[in-house]
């Protein structure tokens, strides 16, 4: 099962007590999934369509606690290779269906309103619910083991601009694109699908996000260190080596007793120690001197040694 689908059956059980909050996500995920069929004498029907059977039985609860028109359901089950069970729910075409649409924004005094209704989530708590009914209706969200990404689909460029204004409401940093006569609102950031989340109600399914990202991160961090350190070893070691070579030459061309005692001290120090960093040749060392003191003895070391190689060249 996907993420997404954890996350509609988490709210598909959400218990929305107020009856504004229910109006408003109802209205939402008609507006995302349902169609309207006109039938005589001026009465519309709604067909709801959803591949989630928790989110159709939420729709077809909502209805009959809202209205008195009857209502059906019926499952298909696909042909091809996606063969899951699609649910629709189908109110039947009267005087109740178009009271209940009246209701919800999508007619006005019999005429169907194209835009959908603000009024329906005026307050912050239907926002919620109508950001609630839009995802359940047609959002998805990746797994967090991936990479961050929330949205929402319509075909109603007025509708999806809705959805933008309420995210936007929510300091959230939606975007808005169109594919292929589909509009997209999409979040791609970590904290705003996590606030996403919780703006909903999908707090279980918000935790377990956070759980994954958290630990995400953790092991990004570890990596970046362990790739950091072995940076460090690996700039070490190439020192090391060519500290090394220099002093195997002044050895051999002019002996270590022909150079300063700091500096033969520390060449002894190096050939004895290979992997040792500088400041550990600091430790071993008589007289007590800094890394840049080190450093600077290691220049003068690598100097004698570059003009020993301009001699012979």
Known sequence: MSFSSDVKNELARYNEENECCQLAELAALLRMQGTMTIAGKANVGINFSTENAAVARRVLTFIKDRSKAKTEVVVTRGKRLKKNNTYHVRVVPDRNTVELLTELGFLSDGVIRQRPGIKIARKMCCKRAYLRGAFLGGGSVSRPQGSYHLELLTANKVFAETLLKFMRSFDLSAKLTDRKNTYIIYLKEGDAIT????????????????????????????????????????????????????????????G??????????????????????????????????????????????????????????
């Open 256 to 313: 270590l007793e022909g150079i300063p005692k700091e500096l033969r001290e520390l060449a002894l120090a190096r050939l004895e120690n290979p992997e040792a960093t500088l400041n550990e040749l600091a430790d071993l060392l008589a007289n007590k001197v800094g890394k840049s003191g080190i450093n600077h003895r290691f220049r003068k070391i690598n100097a004698i040694a570059e003009n020993l190689r301009l001699e012979k060249n």
């Open 195 to 254: 606030h996403f989340l919780q703006i909903i109600g999908a707090h279980t399914a918000l935790l377990k996000f956070e759980d994954v990202r958290i630990l995400k991160e953790m092991r990004n961090k570890v990596n970046r260190i362990v790739n950091c350190e072995t940076a460090n070893l690996e700039k070490t070691v190439g020192a090391s080596f060519k500290q090394i070579e220099n002093i195997k030459l002044i050895q051999e061309k002019m």
